[in-house]
């Protein structure tokens, strides 16, 4: 099913390789094979293996265990009293959920193999990945697929991605669900009538715009601080003075005073 997705995908470009003035240069890869022979790519498996059988005899051991019980009270049975057959039965389906719940533990989709899987695997992977992209620049390739994959892209030139197209679409219907005056209707018309590469070159001039305001934003209030500094400077200089002035003059009636008590004290 994977091999026909990838070819079905493949005589697509083809075609539209044909059709257009440019030739399409695709390549594709088998990541099996080339994960197999890097060797960091087997050690980091070895290693998972080696984690993975540990996991594998501990649930088996476990299992085992629980197959022991069983047998253990079908053959006692006849011999237990009906509150010990029930209390049997309950410790056998304990662990048997015991057991269930490590499974999951290592082997669920949130547990231990995923997780370590990913944690020993993804770095050769990413090297893998930087390899490819710098082959697809180097060597003017469009699209790289992996034969083996679902997904299949590994690797595309910008000038394909439809990504941005498809959500102008979508916030194009979007908004025309919005509209209430004609004077929408003729905004929305003519922003329907840009091209993506117009609209970019508007987002980067509106960009511009922002942020030659906020520049003067900030040296607005920049200037402000600084008249604010210089105020609150003049204002303490001024109670400095001010306090200083009012200090001497006490003083002043202070020295007046004392001398005045002194004659009258001499008289």
Known sequence: MLKRTFLFTLFIFIGLGASAQKPINIGFV???????NVPEYQQASSQLDGRVKEWRNEIE?????????????????ALLTPQLI???????AYQQEQATNYEQKRFGPKGDYMIQ??????????????????????????????RNAESGMLFA???????????????RASNR?????KQEERELERAEARTAEEDE???????????????????????RKKQDSIKEARQKAFEERRERILKERKQKRDSIEAARNRKDTIN
């Open 86 to 92: 029930e209390e049997r039965e309950e410790e056998i």
């Open 61 to 77: 051991q476990k299992r085992n265990e629980i197959s022991e019980m069983k047998t253990s009270l079908q053959n006692e049975r």
């Open 177 to 181: 669900k919005q509209i209430e005056t």
């Open 157 to 171: 030139k910008k000038r394909f991605d439809l990504s941005d197209q498809v959500l102008r679409s979508i916030n």
């Open 201 to 223: 070159e508007l987002s980067q001039r509106e960009q511009a715009i922002e942020d030659r305001k906020s520049e003067r934003e900030a040296l607005i209030e920049e200037r």
């Open 117 to 146: 899987k990913r944690q020993l695997i993804k770095p050769i992977q990413d090297q893998v990945f930087n390899a490819l992209q710098e082959i697809g620049e180097n060597r003017d390739f469009d699209f790289i697929f992996d």
């Open 30 to 36: 088998d990541m099996e094979y080339i994960l197999e």
